[in-house]
């Protein structure tokens, strides 16, 4: 396979992707870092529909509609790998076995970000936070990280904009959890002290622990 898809490029903060209605036919996979993801609307109304963390995939939307429906910007140092539309069909006729592999894990990333955005589009203020925190926290063990200890590279703002609410209502959320001892809040570290409260809040299951991390 392709060094540059093995490897990867490693990116500043702020750089671009691609940015929405951009026709580049590509897929990437986060190797270290994260990237927000936004949709801006015809008035120019910015929505946040997206952070992805390392061993997350995202832009297969160019592939279904031909063209981005979002824009995609690094958040921190993020080293990033891509494929395209030629070397995805290489991949099929020379190792069906690992293009299967791929589509299996990609499936898993949409119907993740499905579940998220169904539980937060549906629910309060607290139960929206709990669930956005959870799913870090999951996506994190999931790959042998830490599950409890949170950087969230994104601004409130960012984090207000994903989750349909105003910046302030996350602040006092924060506050919130804080003080019923949910966790901990040192900037943009978050220490979850109850994993298990928060889950219960959202419905969604304990992120593991001790899993192997998954890579491209």
């Known amino acids: ?80 790998c891509d494929i395209s539309c030629a070397q995805l069909e290489g991949l099929y006729r020379r190792h069906p076995g690992l293009f299967h592999e791929l589509l299996v894990r990609l499936a898993e990333d949409r119907n993740r970000d ?34 409890t200890e949170l950087s969230l590279t994104m601004s409130r703002y960012d984090i207000a904009s994903y989750l349909g609410v105003v910046a302030e209502t996350v602040s006092r959320t924060f506050t919130r959890f804080e003080y019923a001892g949910l966790l901990a809040v040192d900037g943009r570290r978050v220490h979850i002290r109850d994993i298990d409260g928060l889950c219960a809040l959202t419905g969604l299951r304990a992120p593991p622990t001790g899993v192997r991390s998954r890579g491209f």
């Open 1 to 80: 396979m392709d060094t540059s898809v093995r490897h990867g490029r490693l990116l500043p903060p702020g750089h671009y992707l691609y940015r929405q209605g951009d026709d580049t036919y590509k897929v990437f996979f986060v190797k270290m870092g994260s990237v927000k993801t936004y949709f801006t609307s015809g008035d120019g109304t910015v929505q946040v529909v997206g952070f992805l963390l390392a061993g997350d995939s995202f832009g297969i939307d160019a592939l279904e509609h031909g063209r981005y429906r979002c824009s995609a910007v690094t958040l921190e140092h993020t080293s990033v």
């Open 114 to 147: 499905h579940e998220i955005r169904l539980l937060t589009s549906q629910k309060g203020s607290d139960e929206r936070l709990a669930a956005f925190l959870v799913d870090m926290a999951r996506r994190l063990g999931e790959r042998g990280f830490p599950a």
